[in-house]
């Protein structure tokens, strides 16, 4: 492992939480080029829809996690899970190998 990122959890619901994985502070966004990621406006959406359509909205944050990183991103993508260890005294570090938050690729590898 190169690097670090940070997780938290966040609750989700009363008995659920949701794990963040952020790398948006260990620096390697200042190295990465993504292409331009533009989202629809509310006026694209309605330019679309015709009478009689109908439109929903689909949280699809749960699939995010879902997309793998890049080979070379993995080497860069460390979780720091000593605390998760019982053994004392003994640093562990995991290899993340999906999409985490704060990357700056991550919506437009996703959508590839």
Known sequence: MESLIHFFYVPKGLDDIRMVYNGAGCGLNT?????????????NVFRSLLPGYAQADIDIAECFLNF????MLKEMSGVDVTSLEEEEGR???????????GLRDSPFRSIQ
């Not at 640093?91 to 938050?101: G, S, T, Y």
Request: zero cysteines; proline letters at 4%; glycine letters at 8%.
């Open 31 to 43: 190295g990465i080029w993504a292409a331009h990621f533009g989202l629809p406006t509310i006026r």
């Open 91 to 101: 640093k562990v570090w995991e290899r993340w190998v999906r999409n985490w938050m």
């Open 68 to 71: 793998m990183l890049h080979d």
